[in-house]
Structures are given as C-alpha cells and as structure tokens.
C-alpha cells in the first residue's frame, strides 16, 4: 500500500476493513464446506413454476392448497355463495418462492395483469347477487423510495375496486378500518412467547 503520512488514519481503516472481508470470507468457506453448494443446493433455491394441488375433506368444508387460478378453472358457474379474501398487496409480501405467486410481481401494472386471469373466474363461479367482500389496504410510499422527498399514499383500493369492476363486478360499498402500527406491533409483541421468556409479567 503506498500512502502518505496524512494518509495513515486511512490506511489503518483500509486495514481494518480488509481483516473484516478475510474474516467473512472464512466464514463463508467454512459455510460451503459443511454444507456444499451443490446443483441440488442451487435448484432449491431457485423459484418454482406450479403448485402440487392437495384437498382436505370434512364434514362441513373442503380445503384446497393450489393455484387459485388454476383451481377456480375447475368449478363450476354460480356455485359459490360469498368470496370473502384478502389478495396480496401487489409486491408488498410474496407468499412463496414461485412464479405463480400473486406478491411476485415488480408494480402494481404487472399485479392487476396477473389480477386479470383470476377475476373473470371469481365473477363467473359466484352466485348473481352474491357478495365479494375484498380486503385491501392502501400503501404508504417513502419518499426515500419514491423520490418524492416525503410519503405519499397508493391508492391501493381503488384500484382493486377499478379491476374488480372491469370484468364485471358492481361496487356497492366500502369499509374502512383505522389501523395503529405501533399499536398492532405492541399486541403481536405482546403475545409472543421470547417476550413471554423475558418478562412474564409485562404480558398482563
């Protein structure tokens, strides 16, 4: 390393840094040492297309793990009473590691194209009449994401409304439920059992 004597405090943070990146680097040789980093490895971690469908019987339900898609496909016109969901929040959570999961999308635009192959089917299974009650929440936007250099908010519900109304679903009304987040973290904290090892007694 060449370097000037002004430069010292520099180099011994270079240095520093350096003994930092030799340490992970061993850590992560270490890693794939034990482990490996097989193609069997590789392909676990790649995304899956399709979803093995798996059915649940009981006396007063039927529970189906599949493509939603895929499965609506399947049933038959003006069958289903009430469609009572909350669909993924655009790419705000992915639910799995496929390519067919619904948060697997970069924007809203690429949500609602994939939305486009789900609703028809919903339209087309429920009863004339019937209600579909969908749970939405709009997003609030960073303005360190955005660019805007403060929050803005997605109207995320009115365009699930503007979708759902595209093929054919009639907007009757809407409820709005005021959400706390320090509040609703509080409770899931609350509720945890780790919180419940440290302290029991704040649980009350």
Request: charged residues 30%; aromatic residues 6%.
């Given at each position: 390393i060449i370097y000037t004597e002004s430069e010292e405090?520099?180099?011994?943070?270079?240095?520093?840094?350096?003994?930092k990146?030799?340490?992970?680097?061993?850590?992560?040789?270490?890693?794939?040492?034990?482990?490996?980093?097989?193609?069997?490895?590789?392909?676990?971690?790649?995304?899956?297309?399709?979803?093995?469908?798996?059915?649940?019987?009981?006396?007063?339900?039927v529970a189906v793990n599949n493509d939603c898609v895929a499965e609506l496909m399947d049933m038959e016109d003006n069958t289903v009473d009430l469609i009572h969901t909350s669909i993924p929040f655009s790419n705000h959570y992915e639910y799995t590691p496929s390519y067919n999961d619904f948060g697997h999308n970069s924007d809203d635009d690429r949500f609602f194209e994939q939305m486009d192959f789900l609703i028809?089917?919903?339209?087309?299974?429920?009863?004339?009449?019937?209600?579909?009650?969908?749970?939405?929440?709009?997003?609030?936007?960073?303005?360190?994401v955005t660019g805007l250099a403060m929050p803005s908010v997605s109207p995320f519900s009115d365009k699930t409304t503007a979708a759902f109304a595209k093929h054919g679903f009639v907007f009757f009304g809407r409820i709005t439920i005021v959400t706390d987040v320090v509040r609703e973290n509080n409770q899931t904290y609350r509720l945890g059992w780790s919180e419940q090892c440290k302290d029991g007694t704040k649980m009350g």
């Open positions: 405090e520099i180099k011994k943070t270079l240095e520093k840094k350096w003994a990146h030799e340490k992970l680097v061993g850590k992560m040789v270490g890693i794939i040492k034990q482990y490996g980093l097989t193609q069997k490895a590789v392909n676990e971690m790649q995304r899956s297309i399709g979803v093995a469908r798996q059915e649940v019987r009981g006396e007063n339900y028809p089917e919903l339209y087309r299974v429920l009863k004339p009449g019937r209600v579909a009650a969908i749970h939405v929440k709009d997003r609030i936007l960073y303005g360190n």
